[in-house]
């Protein structure tokens, strides 16, 4: 700990370390699927606080570390999203700098692995502060944000969770947060 002092007063100053929280959505989380989403959490909190340790500012750090959970199956966002009732991939991010309240939001997207990234475009690089579907793909394609197949967004999980969710008896919200076998 640093002490500073004035003449018009005693100041105390703490040297801080920046922290990075990393939550995996809510839940509940199959036992065979734990231990996946934990190393997931910890290597979004790692790469978001590296952003940190390397000087990049706290949006730079949030938006590095829900890249990671976009891009790891095991989490229901991006790569592992959660599907529609068509059984496709409709994705939604929203960003906000506390500092100056500017957002940036997207909706609906398809195609894109990392709506999160797209979100912060918004807010960067529009007056919006929110691009949905074709508005948001065009906007995307704009600025050489690259386009995946649906498919690669798709696991067999959220396929084996779409289709259970379609069963004629069955409760939308048990089916999010019941563990899931995979054999059911």
């Known amino acids: 700990m640093k002490h500073y002092s004035s003449p018009s ?4 100053v703490i040297d801080m370390l920046p922290a990075v929280v990393v939550h995996g959505g809510a839940g509940h989380i199959p036992k065979e699927r734990a231990q996946n989403s934990t190393s997931g959490v910890s290597a979004a909190a790692r790469a978001g606080y590296i952003v ?3 000087g990049g500012s ?3 750090a949030v938006v590095e570390a829900v890249t990671q959970l976009e891009n790891n199956p095991s989490f229901n966002a991006g790569c592992g999203s959660v599907l529609n009732v068509k059984g496709e ?3 939604d991010a ?3 700098d506390w500092k100056t309240l500017a957002t940036g939001a997207v909706s609906a997207v398809r195609d894109i692995a990392n709506p999160t990234q797209l979100a912060r475009l918004v ?3 529009t ?3 929110c691009l949905t579907a074709e508005g948001a793909k065009q906007f995307a394609r704009s ?3 690259p386009e995946v197949p649906m498919e690669s967004l798709i696991t067999e999980y959220s396929r084996m969770r779409w289709r259970k969710n379609l069963a004629p008896d069955a409760n939308p919200v048990e089916c999010q947060m019941c563990p899931l076998r995979s054999d059911s």
Do not use: P
Request: glycine letters at 8%; proline letters at 0%.
């Open 52 to 54: 940190l340790k390397g």
């Open 143 to 145: 600025m050489g944000v």
């Open 123 to 125: 807010m960067d690089k």
């Open 127 to 129: 007056s919006h502060a």
């Open 89 to 91: 991939v409709e994705m």
């Open 58 to 60: 706290s949006m730079d």
């Open 9 to 12: 007063s005693q100041q105390q």
């Open 94 to 96: 929203f960003v906000m």
